[in-house]
């Protein structure tokens, strides 16, 4: 999709937000994950049009919980009609601050873990999709404690959380830190895995119709609504969107929504896309 020189830069600067969103952390000026994701995606969308000029829209949403998919953040990468969708569940352990703190539940009436439950849903749609979860990390950026990422969150692609899930049957039990210590041995920094969806190691190229997008699941398909930066007003920093489309993202679960168009007319520094 991309080449991989400019995917790297750009894959850095999600990298680099994600280890000022972790510094925040740190001093209690993020509160919760759903605060913490707000304040990353607001961050790109601040950083990445300048940066790289490249229209960028993001938006949260009033999603109650993660129905659908088993994410609630999706980021959106477009060019010339195509699209990677990449999709990551955040959760804060609080391993550093509350060692005895429990980050996962299991429901009275399913007698299922609420985490593996999440990972359950998310199998469908990795036969399209980029899925990982991110772990928040409430210890300053840069102190290394293995196995943990030393700048940012700790992401875990899917296929290694889900073999863990299996391995230790946790879909009737609640997951606990020994199984955190264990997948971030598995951590890929949020870089590694931005990267490899911009150079199409991860998830797959979906074409668009009338910006909509069928996601091909293993067990049932979706088509769900794709909202482009050309609605943005960069002047007036409005943004000028179909509500419509972002109900239905709702609907599905997504509390937060990114978009990035790398138009076809791109023209800058990086003149390299593919």
Wanted: with cysteine.
């Amino acid at each position: 999709m991309l080449s991989n020189p400019f995917a790297d830069s750009f894959a850095s600067s999600f990298y680099l937000l994600d280890s000022k969103c972790r510094d925040d952390l740190s001093r209690s000026l993020i509160t919760s994950e759903r605060d913490y994701v707000a304040t990353l995606t607001g961050r790109i969308r601040d950083f990445i049009p300048e940066a790289y000029k490249v229209n960028t829209l993001a938006k949260s949403l009033n999603a109650s919980d993660e129905r659908k998919f088993g994410c609630d953040a999706m980021l959106v990468f477009h060019f010339k009609g195509e699209i990677k969708i990449g999709m990551f569940e955040s959760k804060w352990p609080r391993y550093f601050t509350q060692r005895n703190y429990q980050w996962d539940r299991v429901y009275d009436t399913t007698g299922k873990s609420h985490f593996s439950s999440q990972i359950e849903r998310q199998l469908n749609w990795t036969k399209s999709i980029a899925i990982w979860e991110m772990f928040m990390n409430e210890e300053s950026p840069g102190k290394l404690i293995k196995p943990f990422d030393t700048y940012g969150s700790t992401c875990i692609p899917f296929f290694d959380i889900d073999e863990h899930m299996h391995k230790n049957r946790l879909l009737t039990k609640a997951w606990c830190n020994s199984d955190l210590l264990t997948v971030a041995k598995k951590n890929k920094s949020l870089k590694s895995i931005i990267k490899d969806i911009l150079i199409c190691r991860r998830g797959k190229l979906i074409k668009l119709n009338n910006n909509r997008a069928e996601i091909n699941g293993f067990q049932e398909n979706i088509v769900i609504p794709i909202v482009l930066p050309q609605t943005i007003d960069f002047n007036q920093g409005r943004i000028i969107s179909d509500s419509y489309s972002f109900n239905e993202l709702e609907k599905l679960g997504i509390k937060n929504y990114t978009c990035f168009d790398f138009a076809e007319n791109f023209v800058g520094e990086y003149e390299d896309l593919k």
